[in-house]
């Protein structure tokens, strides 16, 4: 089995557009509400989950840390929901997306994801299940509830991409 | 004008369910996923904003703290969808709600939310805009987008309610 090294790049809202939302602060818009005492940074991420009658839900993911060299043998996908992650950690963690290519994930791109700076995978956009750095890590989560299979998984056949070093 | 203190009661989740639900991992359901790596707690929230064609946005909110006395003169409601806090600071906030009376906010509660746990208001329950304690902080907030008027102010016509501690 051929082992691929793969890169990890900065997380930019150009570089993510094909896969989904950057969840910051950065270039949102700003409201000031609440008679002044609340600013409002508006609109960081549009939820997709109405699909087959499905509901957006809240949840908390508890991720176990991934030290280098991580290995990425698999990738999944959500045919009928968008799945944001937000850190409530304080640390920064790994996020590792792909093209689809005839029903199947392509060669992964890897990103580094800042504290305060979540995403959110378009509905059907193949992902990494999450990869948490330094310490176990919380997330909030929102995705879809619902009938319907909404989980797709696939093993790379015949090779194997490897993450040395975290940093970009 | 009469003012009437308000004490701050603790936050649970059976004090707090005519409102909402308490956003917390505490006696969630719990599934281990991710080839065992990531523990999911499941569901602590229902988003409830697809009343009159409005999706869910994830937005951020920064709000200014308040000291006691706090000073509770008007509330408000969205009658169109669920709104949820999620405190990102690790700091507790202050969270005032009041049944509704005849199409007015009654006496309000206040409950502490204690650092990791945060609030999901249920569509047209009257609630007060954010009170973050302490230092400024900040809160993912999923709330809903779309047409329609979904926000209703009232100011308590005859009475001020003062809140003259924090701790319950």
Redesign the interface.
């Known amino acids: 089995m051929r082992t691929i090294p793969i890169t990890v790049r900065p997380l930019t809202e150009q570089a993510f557009a094909p896969f989904g939302d950057v969840?910051s602060?950065e270039g949102?818009e700003r409201r000031l509400?609440?008679?002044g005492?609340?600013?409002?940074?508006?609109?960081?991420?549009?939820?997709d989950?109405?699909e087959g009658g499905g509901?957006?839900?809240?949840?908390?993911?508890?991720?176990?840390p991934?030290a280098p060299p991580v290995v990425v043998a698999m990738m999944e996908r959500h045919p009928l929901g968008s799945q944001?992650f937000?850190p409530?950690s304080g640390r920064p963690f790994l996020v590792v997306v792909a093209p689809d290519e005839a029903g199947r994930p392509g060669e992964p791109l890897a990103f580094l994801c800042p504290p305060?700076t979540g995403v959110?995978y378009a509905r059907n956009t193949w992902h990494h299940?999450?990869l948490s750095l330094e310490a176990v890590s919380d997330f909030?989560?929102?995705d879809r509830?619902g009938p319907g299979n909404n989980l797709e998984e696939r093993e790379y056949p015949d090779v194997r991409y490897r993450i040395d070093a975290v940093a970009p």
């Open positions: 969840v602060v949102a509400i609440n008679n005492s609340t600013e409002r940074f508006h609109d960081l991420a549009g939820i989950v109405s509901r957006a839900i809240v949840s908390l993911f508890r991720g176990q991934f944001l937000y409530l305060g959110n299940p999450l909030l989560v929102i509830e």
